[in-house]
Nanobody
Framework: VQLQASGGGLVQAGGSLRLSCTAS????????MGWYRQAPGKERELVAS?????NYADSVKGRFTISMDNAKKSVYLQMNSLKPEDTAVYFC?????????WGQGTLVTVSS
């Protein structure tokens, strides 16, 4: 199973980006999918997850929206009102049964 993330880039503070992640190599549906991020010198943290209901980190509530299309085996992250502290490498993650799969990461840089 491979997850391919895209949509990262450089944006000014207050701007928006939409991340996409599509899986291949499996005929099974994902039980849950999510987005994590890792800033320089920091540990990877959960940004948002979805498994029928959604869950967000406090730092992104009201600004980010996660959505999932299981038919397309894809997960999306709409990021609005971006802040410099959102700068990080964003990783998508998917769960099938008891197995977790990770994408390669996409860099989001928010300039002040």
């Amino acid at each position: 199973v491979q997850l391919q993330a895209s949509g990262g880039g450089l944006v000014q503070a207050g701007g928006s980006l939409r991340l996409s992640c599509t899986a291949s190599g499996t005929r099974f549906s994902f039980k849950a999918m999510g987005w994590y991020r890792q800033a320089p010198g920091k540990e990877r943290e959960l940004v948002a997850s979805i498994w029928g209901r959604t869950n967000y980190a406090d730092s992104v509530k009201g600004r980010f929206t996660i959505s999932m299309d299981n038919a397309k085996k894809s997960v999306y992250l709409q990021m609005n009102s971006l802040k410099p502290e959102d700068t990080a490498v964003y990783f998508c993650q998917g769960t099938i049964g008891d197995s977790q799969f990770w994408g390669q990461g996409t860099l989001v840089t928010v300039s002040s």
